[in-house]
């Protein structure tokens, strides 16, 4: 892949960036329950006609919840992962020392205002909802594969997040602005976070043998999979909550029709707008081109 990126800067990068938590979230810094969180390119509950329009708008935010606490699910093995691929080499390059050290604790800083935003999101929502774990046995998974397999899925989960914001929330006036600026916030680091993660795998692949590389991409593919079963069962967790919060008296075909919903967006958010990103196909095309075959033709199955 053709880039420029370097760690010298993207510390540079960061350093300029830098927020607090206390600038985000907290005092006078609420959510408005009044308006959607998710950009319905994400979402995609407005194809739920039976139910109402206050009903929808329910549903969206509980997806706005869940989209947060997946994310702070992710970095709960982002972070070790970024640590343990610095610790070995802490001499030398004083730049990538302090840029994935200063990744490492944008990371932890992330889990914390998520944290912070599902206490927030319960505080006002008015009633509770579910998310999948424990934190600690996902992360356990994803880092018992190799450096580069995890690598490999952790860089798809960077480019996410741009993504994300991009094309569906930075120019969405419909959007709370609270959940806007948490997300645009996220989105100024994480724009470090995915040039870091580029440089790491570059690196991991250059000491990499063509078996090793082989069985990265069978693991990017195991690990898509366990998030997958994680994925349903978080479309399932997403139901109960809506109709804790409604109330609604879902009839089988309805309830269907909801879960279904839930899961074609979780699908498209999580795993096909990272196999579909130009950016992430171009780092794999460039560790090997029939890797980026393999993805574009399982692609669909999630768009």
């Known amino acids: ?6 760690y010298q800067a993207a510390l540079a990068a960061s350093e300029r960036i830098g927020w607090k938590l206390e600038d985000l979230i907290g005092g006078d810094k609420q959510l408005d329950f009044t308006k959607p969180f998710m950009p319905e390119s994400l979402a995609q509950v407005q194809t739920l006609s039976f139910l109402t329009a206050e009903e929808r708008l329910t549903l969206n935010q509980i997806r706005g919840h869940e989209y947060l606490a997946m994310f702070g699910l992710v970095e709960e093995f982002i972070l070790p992962y ?3 691929h610095a610790r070995p080499q802490l001499s030398g390059d004083d730049y990538r020392v302090r840029a994935l050290l200063q990744f490492a604790g944008e990371e932890a800083k992330h889990i914390h205002l998520f944290k912070r935003f599902r206490q927030h999101f319960e505080d006002g929502f008015g009633s509770k909802c579910d998310f999948i774990g424990p934190a600690e046995d996902v992360s356990r998974f994803v880092l018992s594969h190799s450096p580069l ?3 490999i899925a952790i860089l798809h989960i960077e480019w996410i997040t741009l993504r994300h914001y991009i094309e569906g929330v930075r120019d969405n006036q419909d959007l709370d602005p609270q959940f806007r600026n948490l997300l645009k916030n996220h989105w100024l680091e994480e724009s470090q976070h995915t040039k870091l993660d580029t440089l790491i795998v570059e690196e991991v692949v250059a000491h990499s043998t063509a078996k090793e590389i082989d ?3 069978q693991e990017y593919g195991e690990i898509g999979g ?3 079963q994680g994925i349903q069962q978080q479309a399932e967790f997403d139901v109960e909550s809506f109709v804790r919060a409604t109330r609604r008296n879902l009839s089988k075909s309805e309830r269907n029709q909801v879960k279904d919903a839930v899961l074609k967006g979780m699908r498209w958010t999580y795993l096909g707008t990272g196999m579909t990103h130009p950016n992430f196909l171009a780092t794999v095309e ?4 029939e890797a980026r075959k393999q993805i574009e033709q399982m692609a669909p199955m999630f768009c």
């Open 215 to 217: 069985q990265a991409f």
């Open 1 to 6: 892949m053709q880039h420029n990126y370097s």
């Open 82 to 84: 970024v640590v343990d």
């Open 149 to 151: 397999g995890a690598g």
């Open 226 to 228: 366990f998030l997958d």
């Open 286 to 289: 460039a560790i090997k081109p």
